[in-house]
């Protein structure tokens, strides 16, 4: 069983610019974890070209680009969707995940959003047990071969 950090961390969320994208870019996951998330490059691609709906966030601690986000909005519902979820190998199990999702769902809550909305593939039992341990409950939607979770925040 992973065990997590017990005290509360504190993450900054940032704009992915010119001063730290290649920071985001040389974040790495374990091995295990690489049939569940795609390179950062990937991600930053997906939200720079194609009039992506996507927004990617760098996420800082004690100073360090620590993990990568993105959040958008689906404009059918006005949910705000968490998408590209990636924390550094050597800054995994310190809490820095659970600190990105609430920080996430404060964002959503302020910005009036009825839900936060994310989704993974079944098999990644460790997201699984994140989300849910923050309110989330799946949906029985399928988003390309991910099960999705949301959050309702109304």
């Known amino acids: 069983m992973r065990r997590m950090a017990r005290n509360p961390v504190s993450v900054t969320l940032r704009e992915v610019g010119a001063d730290n994208w290649r920071d ?19 991600y930053l691609a997906l939200c720079a070209y194609g009039g992506s709906p996507w927004r990617p966030l760098a996420v800082e601690a004690a100073g360090r680009t ?20 990636v924390v550094d190998r050597a ?8 600190a990105i999702v609430v920080e996430l769902i404060r964002r959503a809550r302020a910005g009036g959003h009825p839900s936060v909305a994310l989704s993974y593939l079944p098999t990644n039992e ?14 029985g939607e399928i988003e390309d071969d991910e099960v999705v979770a949301r959050l309702r925040l109304g």
């Open 24 to 42: 985001c870019a040389g974040l790495e996951v374990t091995e295990a974890q690489r049939e569940f998330v795609s390179p950062v490059t990937r």
């Open 91 to 98: 800054e995994q199990l310190k809490g820095y995940g659970r």
């Open 126 to 139: 460790v997201a699984r047990a994140l989300y849910g341990s923050l309110g989330f409950v799946e949906t």
């Open 66 to 85: 620590v993990g990568f986000v993105m959040w958008g909005v689906d404009p059918a519902d006005e949910s705000y969707w968490i998408g590209g979820f």
